[in-house]
Nanobody, 116 residues
Framework: QEQLVESGGGLVQPGGSLRLSCAAS????????MGWYRRAPGKQRELVAR???????NYAESVKGRFTISRENAKNTVYLLMSSLKPEDTAVYYC??????????WGQGTQVTVSS
């Protein structure tokens, strides 16, 4: 069964760093584009960062230069390194695996709270 499990969220002070991980199972990981999305309270879900199957990346303007997405195919895992965190980065962060409209999977989410 296809499953994505996020970890690494938590409470961090402004300016701090966190690394999120998403472990995938039940899918042929290396052919999927992997993404991190987030939903802040009262807002719609938005794309944070995405990495294609061949390693090309793209980022939301709001996180460029602060966040880095990477993948480790041997471990079926995608990471999101978040630095210089701001209170406005507070959200539930979701992992996504996308191949096509029929092969589109989501994790359960992990809370990131940036507060002093």
């Amino acid at each position: 069964q296809e499953q994505l499990v996020e970890s690494g969220g938590g409470l961090v002070q402004p300016g701090g760093s966190l690394r999120l991980s998403c472990a995938a199972s039940g899918i042929f990981f290396r052919v999927y584009a992997m993404g991190w999305y987030r939903r802040a309270p009262g807002k719609q879900r938005e794309l944070v960062a995405r990495i294609s199957s061949d390693g090309n990346t793209n980022y939301a303007e709001s996180v460029k230069g602060r966040f880095t997405i990477s993948r480790e195919n041997a471990k079926n895992t995608v990471y999101l390194l978040m630095s210089s965190l701001k209170p406005e980065d507070t959200a539930v962060y979701y992992c996504n695996a996308y191949r096509d409209a029929d092969l589109d999977y989501w994790g359960q989410g992990t809370q990131v709270t940036v507060s002093s």
